[in-house]
Each structure stands twice: as C-alpha cells, then as structure tokens.
C-alpha cells in the first residue's frame, strides 16, 4: 500500500485589479459600503509530488493560465471618536484555478510514475465576517 504521499504546490499571480468602493447609507456616526474588485491575473503554478510504493517515485510539472479572481463585500462602520470606529462586516474572495495540494492526490495515478506530471487545479472560496478597531489620525 500507499506509504506516504508528499506535494506542494505554488501559484504566482501577475495583474491588476479593478474595483470599486460605495457608501449606501451614511449619518455623522455611521456608515454602510458596498465593495468589489475582478481581475483577470496570469498564472504560473506548479507542483511537486513524490510518494513511497515499494519504491520512491517523485514528479513535477509547471502550468501557465488565465485566473479570475473575484471579491465582494459589505461593511459597517460606527464613529465611537473623531478618530476611532468600530468596524463589522462580511466579505467573499474568489480564485478560479488555483494549484492546491488536496487536488494533486486526486489527479494522480500512483501507479503509474509519468516522465511529467500535472498541475491540477481546483476553484477557492473564502468567505467570512470581520469585526474591528479603525484608527484614523
């Protein structure tokens, strides 16, 4: 059987962003925003693998793409001072075809040990709330 199973991998990502940033409600003490930024980046992932099966075997590979990466969210804030607000929100970044570890498992048939391997890519979501302290001077 399958002893151990060792991969990394790397994504390096070249473009730029466009975005946006909107107040949807605002009084003196507080404030609502909307934001977002796209973005179409070059990437250059790779990934390494190597695992024991009555022998070591090792791979790599190299893989050149368009990636879209996609952010969106929605703020609060509440003056507490002229220069203090407390801040809570909730924001989601998006990345298509990003080179991660898990999915390198899955793509790969260890029975076989190919003179080049793949960079198998999957799409990420994170997502979650925030909450904190602004300090502005």
């Known amino acids: 059987g399958l002893e151990r199973f060792q991969t990394t991998t790397s994504n390096s990502l070249l473009g730029l962003p466009i975005g946006a940033d ?3 409600y605002q009084t003196c003490a ?23 099966q009555g022998g070591p075997a ?5 893989d050149r793409q368009a990636t879209f990466v996609g ?4 703020d609060a804030r509440y003056c507490i001072s002229n220069c203090l607000s407390l801040r809570a929100g909730y924001q ?6 990003l080179a ?17 391997g793949n960079v198998a890519t999957e799409d990420v979501l994170f997502h979650g709330g925030f909450l ?5 001077r």
């Open 132 to 136: 904190g302290l602004e300090l502005r």
């Open 22 to 24: 909107s107040s949807v």
């Open 92 to 97: 989601a970044f998006w990345i298509s075809d």
């Open 71 to 74: 952010e969106l969210g929605v």
């Open 58 to 62: 090792y791979f790599a590979d190299e």
């Open 100 to 116: 991660t570890a898990p999915v390198q498992l899955d793509s790969t048939n260890l029975d076989l040990v190919p003179e080049e």
């Open 30 to 52: 507080a404030s609502v925003n909307v934001f977002g930024k796209i973005g179409v980046y070059l990437n250059d992932s790779d990934q390494e693998s190597s695992w024991d």
